[in-house]
């Protein structure tokens, strides 16, 4: 299905008339637009320790009739996939960051994957949903690091992540109640272009311009009635000053 990102089209009118077009498309197409709107949710953590939470995250953001993106589509974690990364977050209408036991695959920069996608999206100004998992002690061994340098390394990540818009949770049916709450909470307080279907996008400009058409075209026709009975009042005129 093509995708189409609002605001974007433009088209041929008059400047004047391509305002009224906008402002006809604001108004009576507005809502119905809204309702079609849906918006690309980048989801990160770290994979094998938090397979169960992406997936009732994945499921959450499918809910609300949105789109999951994450490493998922992106299996190689290596320096070259990282600008395919990059692109897919600057895509994102939100960021979902989940931080649990394990600090991540480290990148050449001495940084974990998962810190590098977060610092990316706050650098692009994409709004941030942190969930950080509680009671780390609880999380089982085989889940968390044990090299010193990583503990070291995550423990500043989760300040980093608590440090802005963030949830804690202690089980999977939590994280799910937070991420369905804070992501429609994020769409009423910090709304996003989001995504319209193409067709649905192309269909209601056409219509708003064929009015507009319609609407120039009487305008014209009246201006020219105008011209016209202007022009014969002129023609009467003259022909009285000819027979004096």
């Known amino acids: 299905m093509t995708s189409h990102r609002p ?7 008059p400047l004047k008339a391509r305002h009224s077009c906008d402002e006809t498309l604001a108004g009576s ?20 320790d938090l397979r169960e939470e992406r997936d009732i995250s994945t499921r959450c953001i499918l ?17 070259a996939q990282w600008e395919v990364i990059k692109l897919a977050i600057e895509d994102a209408d939100y960021f979902v960051v989940i931080v649990a036991g394990r ?33 780390i002690d609880e999380i089982p061994a085989k889940f ?3 090299s010193s340098e990583k503990k070291r ?23 799910a109640i937070a991420v369905t709450a804070s992501l429609a909470h994020a769409v009423r307080v910090l709304p996003r272009p989001g995504w319209i ?3 649905l996008v192309r269909n209601e400009h056409d219509n708003v311009r064929k009015r507009m058409l319609v609407e120039n075209l009487e305008q014209a026709r009246r201006a020219l009635e105008v011209m016209g009975r202007d022009s014969k009042e002129c023609e009467f005129f003259h022909d009285g000053i000819a027979k004096e």
């Open 144 to 146: 968390t690091e044990q």
């Open 197 to 199: 279907r193409a067709d």
């Open 103 to 135: 600090y991540g695959t480290i990148a050449s920069t001495g940084v974990s994957y998962t810190e590098m996608e977060y610092d990316y999206a706050v650098q692009n100004d994409i709004p941030v949903l942190g969930f950080v998992r509680d009671n």
């Open 29 to 48: 197409s507005a809502a119905k637009m809204i309702s079609q709107q849906k918006y690309l949710i980048f989801l990160s953590s770290t994979f094998e």
């Open 7 to 13: 605001d974007h089209s433009q088209d041929t009118l």
């Open 63 to 79: 809910s609300l009739g949105n789109f999951p993106s994450g490493m998922e589509l992106f299996p190689a974690s290596n320096d």
């Open 153 to 175: 390394k995550l423990l500043s990540f989760r300040e980093k992540v608590m440090s802005r818009t963030c949830m804690k949770f202690s089980s999977p049916s939590e994280l």
